[in-house]
């Protein structure tokens, strides 16, 4: 009795190790749902409505090049899809404030723009490079997800993906 | 005869649930990820950030160490060139 007693919690302590080594954060990616932005804990700009739209969400920092080439290129999109549904949020990852906003300051986006101060979000995304973009569809499921900013190629492979979740029905309240 | 051989898978776990706890929090803890990059990213960071003092710096290397053409830089290591 006793030696089944230590066997279990040997076992139970077996399953709290194995619990606790699973427990990192998987990366998202396209199929599955994309974390809340309102329960992030986002500072620095205020969230769009995303209900029902389709979600450009871009992490970014001001030390990364390709971010900075990424932003005109944003913007275009934005002003192109804004009209049927398109949301852009750009969600800057820098540890300090004062970058986060010298940075909005100096390329003046025409989108949405939030600091990840604690990297709450990025963390539970984990993404896997500076930039990484994410298409979310109207019911809040990453479809596309782009790792990395290489110009026009991935201009033109957001554009055809944006118009293909645009032209996808509106879920049903 | 049946209570070694539970000890022994059990051992087996825990063994195994350790290494792998173990071994990915200390992976976790080394590795730098993409969004803490930007100490990294900084130019400072850069060993070639200063042309004329890099230049300055290999020159007064090679001339001391008489180590010219080390780095693929003719002369002859006199500190005259």
Known sequence: ?173 | MKAPSLKLALLAALGAAALLSGGCQAASAVRVRPWERGALADDTMNPDRDALGAAMSEHVYFSREAASGGRGVGGSGCGCN
């Open chain 1, 1 to 173: 009795m006793v030696t089944l007693t230590r066997n279990s919690r040997a076992l139970g302590a077996a399953a709290a190790l194995a619990a606790i080594a699973a427990t990192s954060p998987a990366q998202v990616a396209p199929g599955n749902s994309f974390p809340s932005l309102s329960a992030a804990g986002l500072d620095g700009g205020v969230l769009p409505f995303t209900a029902g739209k389709v979600v450009l969400v871009d992490f970014w920092a001001s030390w990364c090049a390709p971010c900075k080439a990424s932003f005109p290129v944003y913007s275009r999109i934005q002003s192109d899809y804004a009209d049927r549904g398109l949301v852009i949020v750009a969600v800057g990852v820098d540890d300090g404030l004062a970058a986060f906003n010298a940075f909005v300051a100096k390329l003046k986006p025409s989108f949405v723009t939030v600091h990840d101060a604690n990297h709450a979000l990025v963390s539970g995304v984990q993404v896997p490079t500076m930039p990484t973009s994410y298409l979310v569809d109207r019911t809040g499921k990453v479809r596309f997800m782009h790792p990395g900013f290489h110009g026009d190629q991935t201009e033109r492979e957001l554009r055809r993906e944006i118009e293909m979740l645009l032209a996808e029905k509106t879920p049903a309240p």
